[in-house]
């Protein structure tokens, strides 16, 4: 067992709307992220992914509040901390965020370099220019970006380039966890696999010590991390390893997902995909019991009465379901046997 | 698919060059091609392959700097505003951001309504109207009767896009450009906008073009593939030759870029 980096317990944050109503996006998740492994949240959008991500970093600002439940980061809680302190001990260094839109981060006025500089003189004030520019180089070299990079301006780079300088310098200060939400969605392919090799270089290297990769695409996903958690309305539905949830998913919902991939492979246009009827539930008044049961095809009278807790299914599997195991299995079988014939 | 295959759209050494001397950019480069009738096909490339310029040059939005875009078999011909409309009347597009392509200010029942009036359908009376908006709605599985009185910013992205294409069921063009109508909405709804746009294709015998760089998509929808690097097409056929065996270098690596579920992914070649 490797030391735990991040540790979350019953973490429950919530929005404020201007009518004063509560909307509990993230609601009692709970997650522990290992030394040198990476964690990968799946979902549609209005799930509250990255809502749990902001939550993580413990940087609360209105209409986000914190409501209860703890976040350690290598045994620091830093669940009750003011925004100010967050910013001075904590972004950077223990945790780093890289949102979807990283490259507009960018100043198109100054050059790249300065960019780094500002980001270096926020946490060591007394440091030389050229020592920056030194640690910026060797840094890009280790993360395979050419060096020259950083004496041009944004406009000069391609998008692809643009989000892996933002990635590069977002690890510059070894943050222990580094949360990235959906990368590279807004990139084409090709540049989508160099930003994965990078953040792969960055884990091998040892600039950060672990990962929580976001998105909404599951392939990806499978080769990206080592382990998936499913979330929907705010919930955990499922988690496990990477394998098991892509190839043997147990939730419902998890399934649907599951239903909707296209790779390029043999066999696709023969598959009839099946996408998930319906929306997510609006989060202002959830649905009482199964959050899931108006889109779920083996809904039951019981699912709407009582809330379901997260159930555990051995091998440090969880779902939330009322079905056991084998009853989603069957299930799933008479589905798939029903859609053949 | 017809025994006999009609070009709907074709061009000959289609070319669009931008600027001139030192600066030149040639982002369409001499290509040809033949788009036959109520087939789904697919160009596929990199971002800056000149995907989208070839796509504007068949919407007629940017000229040609060389070569001609012939449509079913005739010159095509929009000199003056009023052949551009008579032209636009067959080819119409769904473009990437369901966001920013409608009115903010408008209720979505107005996007229909439009396309009922530039049907010909203006004097229609109100019940007619709402019998074809709501068949349009219901071939994309929405609710008229939950639209009717909303605004664009209620619907998700999802559903924004579904009803462009329930707007393109209303106005039947013979030609559809979908510009990379899947890549800001989610994963799980992708597969149901593909899913329109072929039901669409089956029932209207609608010549389809799809463009995206996700090749796998690509190899989803459509009948004929055609790969585009650097201004060029490199590699064309039938997608199942074109994805299952690929003889051009560069289709290879798109093939290789993608994600996949079976096979490991090799990250070694970028």
């Not at chain 1, 949240?41 to 609360?60: D, P, Q, R």
Request: glycine fraction near 6%; include cysteine.
């Amino acid at each position: 067992m490797s030391n735990l980096i991040l540790e979350v317990r019953d973490l429950t944050t919530k929005y404020v709307t201007r009518f004063m109503e509560d909307v509990y996006a993230v609601d009692h998740v709970s997650l522990k992220v290992e030394e040198g492994k990476s964690l990968g949240i799946a979902g549609e959008s209005g799930c509250g992914k990255s809502t749990l991500a902001l939550s993580l970093m413990g940087y609360y600002f209105p209409p986000l509040h914190y409501m209860s439940g703890e976040i350690n980061i290598n045994g620091q809680n830093i669940s009750g901390m003011k925004p100010d302190d967050v910013r001075k001990s904590i972004l950077g260094t223990e945790i780093s965020y890289i949102p979807q839109a990283a490259m507009n981060a960018l100043n198109p006025t100054q050059k790249i370099i300065h960019f780094i500089e500002d980001v270096i003189k926020a946490h060591e004030l007394y440091i030389t220019k050229k020592d920056i520019y030194e640690r910026a180089r060797k840094l890009f070299e280790t993360l395979g970006l050419p060096a020259d990079v950083l004496q041009k301006y944004p406009v000069e780079l391609s998008g692809g380039m643009k989000q892996r300088t933002v990635i590069a310098t977002s690890v510059l200060l070894l943050p222990k966890v580094l949360i990235a939400d959906e990368p590279s969605s807004a990139l084409d392919v090709t540049s989508q696999k160099m930003v994965i090799k990078m953040l792969r270089q960055a884990m091998e290297n040892g600039l950060i010590d672990s990962m929580i990769f976001i998105t909404h695409e599951l392939p990806l996903l499978k080769n990206v991390t080592d382990d998936i958690m499913v979330m929907y309305a705010g919930q955990i539905v499922e988690k496990g390893t990477a394998e098991e949830t892509v190839f043997d998913p147990l939730h419902p919902y998890a399934k649907g997902l599951m239903g909707s991939i296209i790779v390029p492979e043999k066999g696709l246009r023969n598959v009839k995909l099946t996408a998930i009827p319906g929306v997510p539930p609006n989060l202002k008044n959830p649905p009482t019991g199964c959050r899931f049961a108006e889109r779920c095809k083996f809904v039951k009278p019981e699912c709407t009465t009582n809330s379901i807790a997260l159930r555990d299914a051995g091998g440090g599997r969880a779902y939330r379901c009322i079905l056991s195991k084998e009853e989603l299995r069957e299930a799933y079988a008479r589905e798939a046997y029903k859609n053949a014939s | 698919m017809p025994a006999e295959k009609k070009p709907c759209l074709s061009g000959t050494a289609l070319t669009k060059v931008f600027g001139f001397g030192s600066q030149k950019t040639v982002a369409v480069d001499h290509v040809d091609f033949n788009f036959y009738e109520s087939e789904i096909v697919s160009i596929v490339g990199e971002s800056g392959s000149g995907k989208t310029t070839l796509a504007k040059m068949l919407l007629g939005l940017i000229s040609s700097t060389e070569g001609e875009i012939y449509f079913q078999g005739k010159k095509r011909d929009i000199r003056t505003q009023k052949k551009k409309q008579e032209y636009w009347r067959n080819i119409q597009a769904i473009f990437q951001d369901p966001f920013s392509s409608y009115n903010i200010f408008n209720k979505i029942d107005s996007v229909l309504l439009d396309c009922i009036r530039m049907r010909g359908g203006g004097r229609f009376s109100h019940d007619k109207k709402v019998e074809l908006m709501t068949e349009a709605c219901s071939f994309v599985n929405l609710k008229f009767a939950e639209l009717t009185n909303k605004y664009p910013f209620e619907l998700s992205g999802g559903q924004m896009q579904r009803l462009m294409i329930a707007r393109i069921f209303l106005l039947k063009p013979k030609i559809l450009l979908a510009d990379e109508p899947t890549s800001m909405i989610d994963a799980s709804s992708r597969a149901t906008i593909l899913d329109y746009l072929m039901k669409l294709r089956n029932e209207t015998g609608m010549t389809t073009i799809f463009i995206t760089h996700d090749i796998g998509l690509a190899y989803y929808v459509s009948d004929s593939i055609y790969i585009m690097e650097h201004g060029k097409f490199v590699e064309s056929g039938s997608a199942d030759k074109v994805i299952l065996y690929p003889s051009q270098k560069y289709t290879q690596r798109l093939i290789s870029d993608v994600p996949k579920i079976h096979e490991e992914w090799d990250l070694s070649t970028v």
